[in-house]
């Protein structure tokens, strides 16, 4: 039996909004106010894996008051 666990794919700001359907600027939005957290970074770019980012919209999406 293999123990082999892969790591987690990390994924930059834009194609994490992009599999969210949200914009560039509202991952950026959701890092200012701690609901998703980078998880590394290449060079200046922030790296997300994309089950935080999931996670992040589903939260996100509670949030929005009823008939929005």
């Known amino acids: 039996m293999s123990s082999f666990s892969p790591l987690p794919s990390l994924i930059p700001g834009p194609v994490a ?3 969210a359907g ?3 600027a509202t991952i950026r939005k959701w890092v200012q106010l701690g609901r998703l957290t980078a998880a590394g970074k290449a060079g200046r770019a922030q790296l997300f894996r994309l089950e935080d980012v999931f996670a992040a919209e589903r939260a996100a999406s509670r949030r929005l008051p ?3």
Do not use: I, K, Y
């Open 17 to 19: 909004a992009q599999e």
């Open 22 to 24: 949200v914009a560039p």
């Open 66 to 68: 009823v008939g929005a």
